[in-house]
């Protein structure tokens, strides 16, 4: 379940290693989070950078080369049969003798007034695909870890300005994202600050913003057509709620072969609980759900779990 790169690497393995397997895939496209970014620098074997689309396309074209077959499904319960785990979407429903959990993670919202109302007019979390319509606009991002940073880098190929927004004194990006932000011109760091309102109106969408500095609670507003947000994720777990053994934010705890609680499910990519959220950490543990998915089936020991 899940068609990123933790979800497709899974697909490739099990695929090739000639598994009766099906990858299930909410959206009608496959290639999850990374496809939303334009700019991959830290994938091993691109010695230039990548772009998301590009190399989530290139991850599907293998898995096709393998004979994986695709069907668009959200699933929603699953639940666990003799025979195996009945696996329901909205129109379809699916019998597996083994599921591999790779449905990664939701931007988080900032629930702040005027946010609903200006979804979509002004207030995104995809850089990619709504910076190029902010074209030397003043545009704002909120957050300060790596997504936020690097969108903001991103987003200066289009805004006049772009005001990075976070609520503490430092970033929490990588050091070299830091850098590239720090030294371009065009960001415009406001720490200590968060987002109170989103200000606008039918017409014209999102205007500006409403902020407040957390440490001198001063008051103010920032006039800019566009928002990115960045402000971290929410697990898409709620499948497996109750059925598998989940941490306090909801992702999926599996042992070192990614194998669950439950004999018979896996989980791999940013779903499961772990530090690095990643492509290349993605990948590997597809990989290595196929192959302890493979294991269970043929009797191997990734049954028992965590
Ligand atoms: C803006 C941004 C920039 C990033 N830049 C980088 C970078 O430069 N380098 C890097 O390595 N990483 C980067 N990342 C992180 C990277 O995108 C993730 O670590 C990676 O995509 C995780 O892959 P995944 O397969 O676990 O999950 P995802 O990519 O989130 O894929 C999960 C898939 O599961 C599907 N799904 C969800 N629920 C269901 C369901 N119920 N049924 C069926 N399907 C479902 C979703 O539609 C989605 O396609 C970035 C992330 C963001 C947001």
Redo the contacts with the bound molecule.
């Keep these: 379940?899940?068609?990123?790169?933790?979800?497709?690497t899974a697909g490739i393995y099990a695929a090739r290693g000639r598994l009766d397997v099906i990858l299930?895939?909410?959206?009608p496209l496959?290639?999850?989070?990374?496809?939303?970014?334009d700019?991959?620098?830290?994938?091993p074997g691109f010695p230039e950078p990548v772009s998301?689309a590009e190399l989530m396309d290139r991850m599907r074209k293998q898995a096709e080369r393998f004979g994986l077959p695709f069907a668009t499904?959200?699933?929603?319960k699953i639940t666990p049969r003799d025979d195996g785990f009945l696996l329901e979407?909205a129109r379809t429903s699916y019998l597996a003798r083994a599921v591999i959990v790779?449905?990664?993670?939701?931007?988080r919202r900032l629930g702040v007034p005027g946010e609903k109302e200006f979804w979509g007019m002004g207030v995104t979390?995809?850089?990619?695909c709504d910076g190029p319509l902010y074209r030397d606009k003043p545009v704002a991002v909120v957050g300060g870890g790596?997504?936020a940073v690097?969108?903001a880098v991103y987003l200066t190929n289009f805004a006049s300005v772009v005001y990075l927004l976070h609520r503490r004194d430092r970033l929490r990006a990588e050091t070299v994202i830091q850098e590239q932000a720090l030294a371009n011109d065009k960001i415009d760091v406001r720490w200590d600050t968060v987002v109170t309102a989103m200000l606008g109106d039918a017409e014209s969408g999102l205007t500006g913003l409403a902020l407040q500095n957390v440490k001198t609670e001063e008051a103010s507003e920032l006039a800019v057509d566009c928002v990115f947000l960045?402000v971290g994720v929410l697990a898409?777990t709620?499948?497996v709620e109750g059925l598998v053994a989940l941490d306090d934010a909801g992702l999926i705890i599996t042992d070192n072969d990614m194998a669950t609680n439950v004999p018979g499910i896996f989980a791999?990519?940013?779903?499961r609980s772990k530090t690095l959220?990643?492509?290349?950490?993605?990948v590997g543990?597809?990989a290595a759900a196929a192959f302890s998915a493979q294991e269970y089936l043929t009797g191997g020991p990734y049954g028992a779990g965590c």
Excluded: F
């Design positions: 379940m899940g068609g990123g790169p933790a979800g497709l299930l895939e909410a959206k496959t290639g999850g989070q990374i496809a939303t970014t700019i991959v620098e830290n994938y998301g499904a959200d699933i929603t979407g790779a449905t990664g993670t939701e931007p979390t995809c850089a990619t790596d997504s690097k969108e960045y898409n709620d499948m791999a990519g940013d779903c959220k990643q492509v290349a950490t993605a543990e597809g």
